[in-house]
């Protein structure tokens, strides 16, 4: 079956660090792959995606490319600042019509501190 | 943001009593999810909706129960709470599309006691 597998974590940085959240999958088919952020108390909120093989998705600094070869879609992002301070969800779907889901990895939160 | 709603967004309830979660959407879209969300667990699908009327199991429907008699609402009703179902559960909307990004409500925190 589909799965994702995230870094352990959680991790701390400092403030104006570089960022980076591993993700790696296994999927039977082509999947699209997404990164979701939750911040404390609130629901998901989608960060960024990709569909195809060498994608680059970004948002708010953020940044994921998707790596067929490696089945890899690492987050990135050059300088963290402390409101990024949250929960990030690896994910990805097979589109199979009516069944289609969403496959998650565990997360791992992220603190930046001043 | 997208424009679904959940309630309650907290409950504390005892034991062995009937709970109805609802989401409620404005954004017309075809497919909900119900999700729970443990620590170490991430987030696991409870039960899944492609159309009014129409449902299926997720990998932990087990004591969940759901129905979708409008677009715009899908409840979620637990028929006797157990404390293994003190969860924080997130409902979710999406299209049928092949990028498939799914939109989260904010969340109802469940305690059962």
């Known amino acids: 079956g589909d799965s994702v597998t995230q870094m352990e974590g959680p991790v701390t940085l400092s403030e104006e660090a570089f960022l980076t959240i591993n993700c790696t999958y296994t999927?039977?088919?082509?999947?699209?792959l997404f990164w979701y952020v939750q911040y404390p108390g609130e629901g998901l909120q989608l960060l960024l995606k990709?569909?195809?093989?060498?994608d680059k998705g970004s948002n708010k600094g953020f940044e994921a490319t998707y790596r067929k070869e490696t089945t890899s879609f690492h987050l990135e992002k050059g300088s963290v600042q402390v409101s990024d301070s949250a929960v990030y969800f690896c994910?990805?779907?097979?589109?199979?019509?009516?069944?289609?889901?969403?496959?998650f990895g565990k997360g791992i939160t992220l603190s930046v501190r001043p | 943001d997208a424009g679904i709603t959940q309630s309650p967004r907290h409950k504390v309830t005892e034991t062995g009593t009937p709970v109805t979660l609802r989401c409620h959407q404005t954004?017309?879209?075809?497919?909900m999810y119900w999700y729970r969300q443990d620590p170490g667990h991430g987030l696991r699908l409870i039960h899944y909706?492609?159309?009014?009327?129409?449902?299926d199991k997720g990998e932990v429907s087990d004591g969940y129960s759901v129905s979708r008699s409008k677009t715009e609402d899908f409840l979620l009703t637990l028929e006797s709470a157990t404390s293994s179902q003190t969860s924080v559960y997130f409902c979710?909307?999406?299209?049928?599309?092949?990028?498939?990004?799914?939109?989260f409500g904010p969340g109802t925190r469940l305690t059962v006691t």
């Open positions: 979710a909307i999406s299209e049928p599309s092949p990028s498939y990004e799914q939109y």
């Open positions: 999927a039977t088919g082509y999947p699209s």
């Open positions: 990709a569909t195809k093989a060498d």
């Open positions: 994910a990805l779907s097979v589109y199979t019509g009516a069944n289609s889901k969403l496959t």
């Open positions: 954004e017309n879209h075809r497919y």
């Open positions: 909706s492609y159309g009014v009327k129409d449902t």
